[in-house]
């Protein structure tokens, strides 16, 4: 394995293993091109099946460009959260955490309460582009602060910034608490209907700032793959091989709350869903390099979300209950791997 070469080196001065040949290569990449070709054709089946006008009239190609909105939001919202639990995991060398224990998810809850609070049953009408993006600078903001304090002099803790994360998270929920107490009945419904997750309530005049911008921290991130296989093996021997570890963890870091709060800004928080697809990623994966798991966790990623979008819309009629299945499923999985950590 990758690591293995790495550790190999640092400690002993032998040679790095032997690059495995190209059939070995083939066969590792197997499980990648299955997922994506089964991701391929479940985004085929979204935009064509049920579609009532005859194939290659107008009005067939009407519907299909009305469901590309919601097939960008998923491969979207796929790619980011997916992305986003990788990183996370990488950073803090803790694979049964997720981004949320920072409080990104009550700070969006704060955020949206604090609307509604202060604007009333108006909130409902201040969505655009302007909004959007104030909220996901402020998110952004608030973690690279965060960081950039925890991470200075003598504070270089990740686990006092995960501590501090899940107080602001717990203080950020109680402020948004108090306030939701005071809504008036219409008020609560404006706002239930902002906290809930949901793939419909994507902004098509969003998406593509969003989508650039996931682009942007992904093609960053493939570049920095190998650096990254370092840093995931923890701060002792990633200093040790020459990688400046503080920086590298913080980098990763601000990245992450950037993909995490256009994801939230765009669809609403998901809490377990990364984990889900980063879990899976890592079980079907033949090795722990980044090269491997992160595509794996993309295509897996796009295939819970597009496989849940087409069964619950064309088989059980209640696509609206698509996030709450992603984070059921994801909250069991949770819950099944913290207990097999807990008895080992």
């Known amino acids: 394995m990758e690591h293995t070469s790495i550790v190999r080196l640092a400690s002993t001065g032998e040679p790095p293993l032997v690059a495995p040949p190209r059939a070995a290569r083939w066969r590792d990449a197997l499980p990648i091109v299955a997922v994506f070709a089964v991701a391929a054709a479940l985004a085929v089946a979204i935009l064509v099946y049920g579609n009532p006008a005859p194939p290659g009239s107008p009005g067939f190609w009407v519907i299909v460009q009305s469901r590309l909105t919601s097939l960008g939001t998923i491969s979207f919202v796929a790619v980011a959260q997916a992305l986003a639990t990788v990183l996370f995991h990488t950073a803090t060398s ?3 955490l997720t981004p949320s224990i920072l409080g990104f998810d009550a700070l969006y809850v704060l955020t949206q309460t604090a609307l509604v609070f202060v604007f009333g049953t108006a909130a409902a009408n201040m969505e655009g582009i302007p909004k959007i993006i104030a909220q996901s600078v402020l998110m952004v903001l608030f973690a ?5 304090w925890l991470f200075s002099g003598t504070r270089a803790n990740l686990h006092l910034l995960l501590l ?3 107080v602001l998270g717990i203080g950020f929920g109680s402020v948004s608490t108090f306030m939701q107490r005071t809504l008036t009945p219409s008020e609560f419904d404006v706002l239930s209907a902002r906290l809930f997750g949901s793939i419909s309530r994507g902004n098509p005049d969003y998406l593509p700032i969003a989508a650039g911008v996931v682009c942007a921290i992904l093609v960053f991130v493939w570049l920095r793959r190998r650096t990254y296989d370092v840093v995931a093996l923890g701060r002792d021997v990633a200093i040790g091989l020459g990688v400046n570890y503080r920086r590298e963890v913080v980098t990763v870091l601000v990245l992450v709350a950037v993909l ?3 994801s939230a800004t765009m669809v609403g928080p998901m809490t377990f869903y990364g984990f889900l697809v980063a879990t899976l990623a890592y079980q ?3 090795g722990d390099s980044h090269a491997e798991t992160i595509p794996l966790a ?3 990623g796009l295939v819970t979300l597009l496989g849940a979008t087409f069964v619950l819309k064309h088989v059980f009629m209640a696509a609206g209950l698509v996030t709450v ?7 069991l999985l949770f819950l099944i791997v913290l207990l097999r950590k807990g008895m080992r």
Do not use: D
């Open 94 to 96: 803790n694979r049964i």
């Open 144 to 148: 690279t602060l965060l960081y950039g």
């Open 164 to 166: 501090v994360g899940v």
């Open 260 to 262: 995490v709060s256009v």
């Open 284 to 286: 079907f994966a033949r």
């Open 298 to 300: 993309i295509g897996i």
């Open 325 to 331: 299945i992603i984070e059921f499923a994801g909250g």
